[in-house]
C-alpha cells in the first residue's frame, strides 16, 4: 500500500512539473481542430502541392463536413471556419517550410 501511494504522489508531483507556457489549449476544441486541419492542410495542397481549389476541398473533406474556408490567392493564405466557432488561418511561407498555422 506504502508503494501505491508513492507512485500516485510521484505521478502527481511530476505531471505538474511540465509547465511549459507555450502550448496552446482550445477553447472550442473540436471546433478549432477541425478548423486548424482544414485550413493547414487546403493551403499546402493549394500553394506547397500545387492543386486546383476542387481537388484540395475533395482531399481535405471529413465527414461530418464542419469547416469552411476561403483562399486568398493574393496573401497566399487560407481561412478556415468550423460551425461558426472555430477560425483558423493558414499562410504560405517559403518552398522549405510549407504552410503555418498562424494564431489569430
Known sequence: MNRTILTVML????????????IRTYDNSLFQL??????????????????????CDEWTRVSPNV???????????VRSRSLGMGKTLA????????CVIDRE
Not at 11 to 22: H, Q, R, Y
Not at 67 to 77: C, E, F, P, R, W
Not at 91 to 98: C, E, L, P, S
Request: proline share 0%; glycine share 12%.
Open 11 to 22: 505521478t502527481a508531483l511530476l505531471a505538474g512539473c511540465g509547465g511549459n507556457k507555450d
Open 34 to 55: 477541425a478548423s486548424g486541419f482544414a485550413a493547414k492542410e487546403i493551403c499546402s495542397c493549394v500553394f506547397v502541392a500545387e492543386r486546383d481549389e476542387e481537388t
Open 67 to 77: 469547416a469552411g474556408h476561403h483562399i486568398d490567392y493574393n496573401a497566399k493564405t
Open 91 to 98: 499562410r504560405y511561407v517559403d518552398a522549405q517550410t510549407g
